[in-house]
């Protein structure tokens, strides 16, 4: 069974960088066959997905946020990881990584959800 | 970017009851891309459906999706009381950002 969980600070100072890491437990990320996501809601709000990485290390930002985020891989750990730049209060949210199948041609939707973790935006 | 529309906002109906959960795309949804999930308070989104109409592992079959083009449905055949919760329609796949409708709140009328 796969399992995900995000880990990283919940409380970050504005301007500051948001920083999370994704474990993935159950499965290789290395594998290939997936493209791993980070998805975050905003308190009492709808769902806003950041972008996703495949285990290769191709990425798909959000236009809304590319100019901020970064995605990572590490295969050797089985994590992959975001890191937002320039954060605001408007970044305060729970923040999931997540799971979907890719065949090669195309996505399917995620699957497998971490439980999520809430960052706070706050000096 | 696809805007996903969801109505009703919120739906009261009784355990037992059928009911139906509408999404509307601001363009075509290409090859079918158009999922559907629940959330329950403090839980990450559970997939329910993808590609329109396959229910994903473990979903009871009183979950059904359907729909093409701009207009699809959830439906939930005999609602158990577990099934009140927050379901999203999300389009993926096709035309990215991968986008969410702003849920529709099914609760215990």
């Known amino acids: 069974q796969v399992q995900l969980q995000e880990s990283g600070p919940g409380l970050v100072k504005p301007s500051q960088t948001l920083s999370l890491t994704c474990t993935v437990s159950?499965?290789?990320?290395?594998?290939?066959?997936?493209?791993w996501s980070w998805i975050r809601q905003h308190p009492g709000k709808g769902l806003e997905c950041i972008g996703y990485?495949?285990?290769?290390?191709?990425?798909y930002y959000n236009p809304s946020l590319r100019s901020r985020v970064t995605l990572s891989v590490d295969t050797s750990k089985n994590q992959f990881s975001l890191n937002l730049s320039s954060v605001t209060a408007a970044d305060t949210a729970v923040y999931y990584c997540?799971?979907?199948?890719?065949?090669?041609?195309?996505?399917?939707?995620?699957?497998?959800w971490g439980q999520g973790t809430l960052v706070t935006v706050s000096s | 970017e696809i805007v996903l529309t969801q109505s009703p906002g919120t739906l009261s109906l009784s355990p037992g009851e059928r009911a139906t959960l509408s999404c509307r795309a601001s363009?075509?949804?290409?090859?079918?891309?158009l999922a559907w999930y629940q959330q329950k308070p403090g839980q990450a989104p559970r997939l329910l459906i993808s590609?329109?109409?396959s229910r994903a592992t473990g979903i009871p079959d009183r979950f059904s999706g359907s729909g093409s083009g701009t207009d699809f449905t959830l439906t939930i055949s005999r609602l158990e009381p577990e099934d009140f919760a927050v379901y999203y329609c999300?389009?993926?796949?096709?035309?990215?950002?991968?986008?969410f409708g702003q849920g529709t709140t099914l609760e215990i009328k």
């Open positions: 997540a799971r979907g199948k890719y065949d090669g041609g195309s996505r399917d939707a995620s699957d497998y």
């Open positions: 159950g499965g290789s990320i290395s594998s290939g066959g997936y493209y």
């Open positions: 990485i495949y285990y290769s290390g191709s990425t």
């Open positions: 363009q075509s949804v290409s090859n079918n891309y």
């Open positions: 590609g329109i109409s």
């Open positions: 999300q389009q993926y796949g096709s035309s990215p950002p991968d986008t």
